[in-house]
């Protein structure tokens, strides 16, 4: 079992000025008035004022929204055992997903993404999501706050074949969690080495995304438009970085994942929603998705 502790709620203060112990508390009462909800610790708590730019109404939003998503989406929240579950296993060896070291001029942190399989058979857009999710777990435990989150993707390997793979209800599911749940203040998402199937996702994502997401999506040429927003030599070597090989990172994510799976299994156990105790009526995936009869699988010629 990994002992780590995360960050505590003083360094966080300290780190903070605006987050103030009276806007905790009153945080901490408006959530045991919600029984439905689970016990959440007070570094998370924090992280949530923080995302909301410490507006209490938008902060309980999201907090019901985070734990709710998290409970009715089993497939993505679920089955989050990094050492036994052969789909994490699988995709730990097909993609890559890894906060990297530093930060940005602006004080914002990187997360970086990219295939290290090309094979379109080998990938599972489900667990891709929930390796993304659990990595971002894992950092915002750690790390905290940090005044933004940059997604930088690298995109060389992406195909028309990953497209057709593409589950567009579970798309839409995993948007809503990044727009209304997750919390973190997303300041933008720069696509590099994209190819024709990348544009196609996007324009195939574009009724799930909010305007003010799509706007701060950037494409880039080279590294050249891309240093203007990151230090370029934070990317792996194979991007134009100097951090260290693909393959060799996306080990020690891997590793840094299996370091928390006590986490994770107590996550799946007791960080979640009891609906039967929620004192307005009961949610489900339809109140927040729509049925999910209207999506099919895509048919891309």
Known sequence: MSLTKGITLEEEMKRNPQLKLSDMQSLREWCEKQPHLPKIEDSFLALFLHS???QMEPTKNKIENYYTIRTLLQEEFCNQDPLKEKGLQQIFKTSFVSPLNGLT???????????LDSD?????????FKYATMSMDIHLL????????????????????????????????????VQEAAPVRLKAVHIINALPAMELFISL????????????????????????????????????????SMHKLAEIQVKKLGEFREWFLLDESTRRVNEALRISKSKTT???????????KLDID
């Open 52 to 54: 909301n730019y410490y």
């Open 142 to 177: 750690m790390d905290g706050t940090t005044d933004g989150t940059i997604f930088i993707l690298d995109a060389s390997k992406f195909s028309f074949g990953h497209v057709r793979r593409l589950n567009l209800l579970a798309m839409k599911k995993y948007m809503y969690y």
């Open 120 to 128: 379109p058979s080998s990938y599972d857009w489900i667990y891709s």
């Open 205 to 244: 994502i574009k009724p799930f995304v909010k305007k003010e997401l799509i706007d701060i999506i950037h494409f880039h040429s080279s590294l050249g438009t891309l240093s203007e927003y990151i230090p370029v030599d934070a990317l792996p070597n194979e991007t134009g970085g100097k951090a260290g």
């Open 105 to 115: 001029k602006d004080g914002c942190k990187m997360i970086f993404s990219s295939l």
């Open 286 to 296: 339809n109140d927040l998705f729509g049925t999910e009869g209207n999506f099919r």
